[in-house]
Each structure stands twice: as C-alpha cells, then as structure tokens.
C-alpha cells in the first residue's frame, strides 16, 4: 500500500487551482496574461463539457447519496514545449476552462511563476476572500438567538 504524500509544490498548486476554480470569465480575462506575450499554446485536451455526479451525505456525515447532476468543463493545454496546465469549471464556458488551464500552465514554468502568482492568483484570492466575508457579515446580520427560561425551580 502507497501513502501519497503531500509536497509543498502539491499544496501550491492545489491551492492556485481552487481559487481558478471559482474565479468568473470577467475575472480571468481580466486578470490573465494576453496571449501575443505567450509561447504558441497547444491544446492537448480542448475545452470540452461533460456531466458529473454530485454526491452529498446524509447530515454531511451519514450515509452517500446522489444528489443529482452538473455540468463541467474541463481543458488540457500545453505552453510551447513547457508545462501542461489543466482545468476543470462547474459550468458550460469553454473559454473560463481554457484560461484557467494557461494560467495553471504559467504557473508551473519556473521563469513566470511568481509574476503570474502576484498579478493572477493574489488578486483573484482576495477578491474570493471579500465576497466570503461580505456573505457571512450578510448572514449574520440574520442570526437569531434563542433562549429558554425556567420556570418554577425553586
């Protein structure tokens, strides 16, 4: 039996992959680098849509069970003869798949790493970060309290 063992570099990546995950099409576009400052770009698995089952638990703890359906895209692209950069996106849009995989690509060459971490990935992390806050100040602004008296314990 093989245990996997979890490399700094593994943690990184996994990392920069969940925030791509979730940042929007607006955001990435935005935010990645233009295309004529790339290397040619060769498209190992073009972006395509498929299905995925979701699964949820009983409680979040109990017993699986399907939960129905959805959508993703996933993409596989290559940046000249360097890393390949892959992604897969809740959804149908080909293009946010295809952008998160070069970023995840450019990620991964040494030489543009930490230009690309600072103007893509912190960016994109802290713009996730806020609307978490923002969420959670929302829903607490709803929190209600109970209590209970006793009556008669004397």
Request: proline letters at 6%.
């Amino acid at each position: 039996m093989t245990c996997e063992t979890h490399t700094p570099e593994k943690t990184a990546r996994q990392a920069w992959l969940a925030v791509l995950s979730r940042a929007t099409l607006a955001q990435l576009e935005r935010l990645a680098p233009s295309a004529d400052t790339l290397p040619r770009l060769h498209q190992v698995r073009p972006p395509e849509i498929g299905m995925v089952m979701l699964r949820g638990r009983v409680g979040g703890t109990g017993n699986p069970f399907n939960l129905g359906e959805a959508s993703v895209v996933r993409c596989a692209v290559r940046l000249g003869d360097g890393p390949l950069g892959v992604s897969y996106a809740l959804g149908r849009d080909k293009r946010r798949a295809e952008l998160a995989a070069l970023v995840d690509a450019l990620l991964q060459d040494p030489t543009q790493h930490d230009d690309v971490h600072r103007t893509v990935i912190a960016p994109l992390a802290q713009m996730q970060a806020d609307a978490r806050d923002a969420k959670q100040c929302a829903v607490a602004d709803s929190k209600v309290e109970f209590f209970t008296l006793v009556r008669g314990e004397a």
